[in-house]
Structure formats: structure tokens, C-alpha cells
């Protein structure tokens, strides 16, 4: 069926992950595997949910010494709110940026990761890739190659957005970390409350767990590539991100410092 914007929002085979990675008593998706032809596009299986900013840099300097590293950090409360005491402005490791630095390269890579707040236990709630060609002779995969691989992983797209020079593709899967068979177009409709959450109200981020819990929608895999008029992808952005452990943080922390009345 066609959902709102245009978006084509398919019913899904009904594949099952491969076991998921349990840490804390999680169930984590994995990241895709299977589809031997999404490798090129795909963040380093060393990366993973749960992870800390400690431990991305460990696997960085151990495994891949020609890669630089940046860091962002974030107030813990992000509203603007004016009264807030000092300590609830106080900044936290909120992204790694790790990206390949090495001499000749024919692909620019840049793995993103996003982190809860110390008041959830710093882990990594989204892990992120984009990467293009760094030459001009660069190719990563066709777009046919492309959908291919991601039916072969998880069968048809829950939600295809066609765009004359790029396509987005996302998948959702439940609390168990395990692919859901139909969600229509109930997960791609949150999207939008998403948006800014941290800057968002208490009862807001309070809506949001409340349909992510009955949505089941708990994690997304977010795919979109821009390809060239031959059909060859110059460009892919994957965010595979745990949206109810984001969204848990978050109502941590935007009442944070805030005074009971």
C-alpha cells in the first residue's frame, strides 16, 4: 500500500534475524550479514548496541590505527529550559565519529555513534555508516544489487521512498530484536516525534515510549543511497538505531534538574 508522502510501505517476508546479541538482558538485532553483497555498505560488525565510548576507541586503535576519532558532547537536559541548575547543563560523550584516514583509500567511510547519557549507562543506542567513493572510478553497488541484497536479508522493505536521484528503504523489529512480519506503516509513522526529542517536554517523550511499547516498533534499520543515472550507488547512509533505548534516556534526561512542583 501507499503510506503518507508518497512512501510505498510493504509488507514484510517474515524473516527471522539471525540471534541476537544479548547484553544486559537485551535482545539486540544484529547487524545484516547474510547478504554477502551489502558488505560494502555495511558498518563494521567489531561495532555493535550497548557498546561504550571507551570501548569503540579500544576496538578503533586495536583494529583500524589509520582511523581518526572526534567526539560531540550534549548538555544532559537539552531543553532550554532557564531555571535548570548547573549540574543538569552538564555535557556527556553524546557521538563518537570514527572515519578511515588511510592514504589512497577508494571509499570515504565515516562510522557514527550515538550514546546514551551517564544516566542510562553511556551505551551505544545508534550505530551509523556513510560512505562514498573517494575517486572518481569509485563503485560501490547497483541499486538492483542493492535491493537484492536487502530482500535476500529481510525480504521486501517495510517502507520504499523513490526519489528521482536517491531511495530510502527502513525495517523495524520488535522488543525480542527479531524482524516484524507486517508493521504497515505504524513504525514509519513515529518517525516524526522523534524529531529534536531531547529538546521535547516530559509527556511527549512519555507519548513516544508509550506507542513505541504498543507499536512494538522498538529498533530501526534506516538505509537511504543516491546513485547515479547509470544505477551505480555513489552514496549510502545506514542508521541502525535502538529507538526505545533512546527514548528511555531522553525522558531521563529532560527531567533531569527539573524541580517537582
Known amino acids: 500500500m ?8 510493504f509488507a ?27 558488505s560494502s555498505i555495511l558498518p563494521r560488525a567489531d561495532f555493535r548496541f550497548g557498546q561504550t565510548d571507551e570501548e569503540i576507541q579500544k576496538i578503533t586503535r586495536l583494529k583500524y590505527p589509520n582511523w581518526g576519532v572526534r567526539g560531540h558532547e550534549r548538555a544532559t537536559n537539552n531543553r532550554d529550559d ?49 560512505i562514498k567513493g573517494a575517486k572518481w572510478s569509485s563503485r560501490l553497488l547497483t541499486t538492483h544489487q542493492w535491493l537484492r541484497g536487502l530482500r535476500e536479508q529481510w525480504g521486501r522493505p517495510h517502507v520504499f521512498v523513490e526519489e528521482y536521484d536517491h531511495y530510502r528503504v527502513a525495517y523495524f523489529f520488535g522488543a525480542d530484536g527479531k524482524l516484524l512480519s507486517d508493521p ?24 513516544l515510549i508509550r506507542l513505541i511499547e504498543e507499536t512494538n516498533c522498538f529498533f530501526s534499520f ?18 541502525f538505531q535502538d529507538d526505545m533505548r533512546h527514548a528511555r534516556d531522553v525522558l531521563k534526561r529532560v527531567t533531569f534538574g527539573v524541580k517537582a512542583d
Not at 2 to 9: A, I, K, L, P
Request: hydrophobic share 35%.
Open 82 to 130: 532557564p531555571d535548570l541548575p548547573p549540574e543538569a547543563k552538564a555535557p556527556y560523550r553524546r557521538q563518537t565519529a570514527v572515519w578511515d584516514q588511510t592514504e589512497g583509500r577508494a571509499f570515504e567511510r565515516v562510522h557514527r555513534f550515538s550514546f546514551t547519557s551517564p544516566l542510562s549507562g553511556s551505551g551505544v543506542y545508534s550505530v551509523s555508516l556513510e
Open 222 to 239: 534506516d538505509n537511504k543511497v543516491y546513485f547515479q543515472r547509470n544505477g551505480v550507488i555513489e552514496r549510502s547512509v545506514i542508521y
Open 12 to 38: 514484510a517476508a517474515g524473516l527471522m534475524l539471525f540471534p541476537s546479541l544479548s547484553r544486559a538482558g537485551e535482545n539486540y538485532p544484529d547487524l545484516p550479514r547474510k547478504a554477502a553483497i551489502l
Open 184 to 207: 504497515g506503516d505504524k513504525c514509519w509513522d513515529l518517525y516524526p516525534l522523534m524529531d529534536d526529542l531531547d529538546k521535547k517536554t516530559e509527556t511527549e517523550v512519555q507519548t
Open 2 to 9: 501507499t503510506g503518507r508522502w508518497g512512501v510505498h510501505v
